[in-house]
T-cell receptor
Framework: GAVVSQHPSWVICKSGTSVKIECRSL??????MFWYRQFPKQSLMLMAT?????????EQGVEKDKFLINHASLTLSTLTVTSAHPEDSSFYIC????????????FGPGTRLTVL | DAKTTQPTSMDCAEGRAANLPCNHS???????VYWYRQIHSQGPQYIIH???NNETNEMASLIITEDRKSSTLILPHATLRDTAVYYC????????????FGTGTKLQVIP
């Protein structure tokens, strides 16, 4: 099946710094990528939908100036958490859809962010 | 997207079939049923999807009722590695369609 990678797999940073997370589709082209956040023992919460070459669409309550998303190519989307604070500590997961597919999403392995 | 309802948790003996139900009574005619699972601290994994016919692949079978208001995911011979949270999702077809995850069913496979 299609493979989606994320980098880094985990990151620890100080409060106030910015962190960039990369999401890559390794063997397919992804017109659309999604970013989710998951707190412990909770379900995945969709943060934004990212379409190649256009601005991301953010879900209600997600600050677009804090969570910067760039979908520069059909295989790469990045999420930058700006001025991170401890409450931003979470498991961030991306997913990608093939251009030609049956709508199934392929998920990355996730990035564990800890803000001290 | 239509809302789904799943039991919070289920147990299944290793080697037995695991039957995970999902209610989606407000599903519309062009919405598909998708199943994903998430093993602890990993990204979700696609399992199977269907529109109205029953489907089977190497991982599982999907049984959709004739009125499409509910479905059942069947893992024919559950193993310990199948312990995970299973999510049932309904979504329109199309690359731009977002999906919303509910709370899912925590399946515990017991030795």
């Amino acid at each position: 099946g299609a493979v989606v990678s994320q980098h880094p797999s985990w990151v620890i940073c100080k409060s106030g710094t910015s962190v960039k997370i990369e999401c890559r589709s390794l063997d397919f082209q992804a017109t659309t990528m999604f970013w989710y956040r998951q707190f412990p023992k909770q379900s995945l919460m969709l943060m934004a939908t990212s379409n190649e070459g256009s601005k991301a669409t953010y879900e209600q309550g997600v600050e677009k100036d804090k969570f910067l998303i760039n979908h520069a190519s059909l295989t790469l989307s990045t999420l930058t958490v700006t001025s991170a604070h401890p409450e931003d500590s979470s498991f961030y997961i991306c997913s990608a859809r093939e251009q030609r597919g049956f709508n199934e999403q392929f998920f990355g392995p996730g990035t564990r962010l800890t803000v001290l | 997207d239509a809302k789904t309802t799943q039991p919070t948790s289920m147990d299944c003996a290793e080697g037995r079939a695991a039957n995970l139900p999902c209610n989606h009574s407000t599903i519309s005619g062009n919405e598909y049923v998708y199943w994903y699972r998430q093993i602890h601290s990993q990204g979700p994994q696609y399992i199977i999807h269907g529109l109205k016919n029953n489907e089977t692949n190497e991982m599982a079978s999907l049984i959709i009722t004739e009125d499409r208001k509910s479905s059942t995911l069947i893992l024919p011979h559950a193993t310990l590695r199948d312990t995970a949270v299973y999510y049932c999702i309904v979504s329109l077809y199309g690359g731009y369609q977002k999906v919303t995850f509910g709370t899912g069913t925590k399946l515990q496979v017991i030795p």
